[in-house]
């Protein structure tokens, strides 16, 4: 269920997100994809699957697989596509101009599959004139998050952080998995270690008045302190970040 940003920006709710923490960030320079098999558009994000019926081939597709960028001139940014850990072949799913939350999102999404859910994503959010201000936008963001967390029942660990373009907030949940809502949908968790633990970052930010999560799902966190795991999303988390600049 996509929650709508306009709706909760303007509650006054209690933050179910429980904990604030100060991890130390990595600065690495992020590397582009070492292999872009693929490009779609979407017409749609379809929660429960279906995700075929709404993929066609990127019309610049030839062009995005050779620079290895996506350029957002509308949106004053561009993109290195950056290679995600255990992505050996990227897939990218653009969604672009999604009105569902009461603003309007703008998704690039980043699978091991075509048909496969994301595993990390990049989600450009343009708000009304009274939330493009820095602050109001990531207390309207942290809003939102804090009922996703209240609803799903789930502890979710928060770093502020200070970076570029000023305030950062991550946030971290444990054992969360890449669905094709995925990341402004509910959160969903694994719910054995079948599949080996996980942990889900989430990076806000804001650039221009449009407010920028970076999602990524990070595994191979096995055998690591809880410290250990956060430093190891957050290495991982600037060499995605990194990727995104202004034109």
């Known amino acids: 269920m996509n929650q709508s940003f306009r709706s909760v920006a303007k509650r006054s709710l209690a933050y179910a997100i429980s904990l604030w923490i100060l991890v130390p960030g990595v600065s690495i320079s992020s590397e582009p994809a070492n292999s872009i098999r693929a490009v779609w558009n979407l017409s749609a994000q379809p929660c429960n699957g279906g995700i075929g019926n709404a993929m066609n081939r990127h019309p610049h597709e030839k062009a995005i697989q050779q620079s290895k960028e996506i350029k957002l001139e509308s949106l004053g940014l561009v993109l290195k596509i950056p290679q995600i850990s255990d992505i050996n072949d990227t897939h990218v799913k653009l969604f672009f101009g999604d009105k569902s939350r009461g603003v309007v999102d703008n998704y690039i999404l980043f699978s091991r599959q ?30 939102l998050q804090a009922g996703i967390a209240r609803r799903s029942n789930i502890y979710v660990k928060k770093a502020k952080l200070d970076g570029p373009y000023g305030n950062m907030i991550d946030l971290f949940i444990e054992n969360r998995i890449g669905t094709h809502c995925y990341p402004t ?5 694994q719910t054995s270690n079948a599949g080996g633990e996980t942990i889900g970052i989430s990076r806000f930010f804001v650039i221009k ?11 191979g966190i096995e055998g690591k302190s809880e410290m250990e795991k956060l430093i190891y999303a957050q290495k991982l988390m600037n060499e995605f970040y990194d990727s995104l600049r202004e034109i």
């Open 114 to 143: 075509d048909l496969a859910p994301p595993s990390a994503a990049i989600v450009i959010t343009e708000l009304p004139k009274e939330l493009q201000q820095r602050q109001k936008a990531l207390n309207a963001a942290m809003k």
């Open 185 to 189: 949908a509910d959160y969903e968790i």
């Open 209 to 219: 008045g449009k407010l920028i999560e970076f999602a990524l799902i990070v595994e």
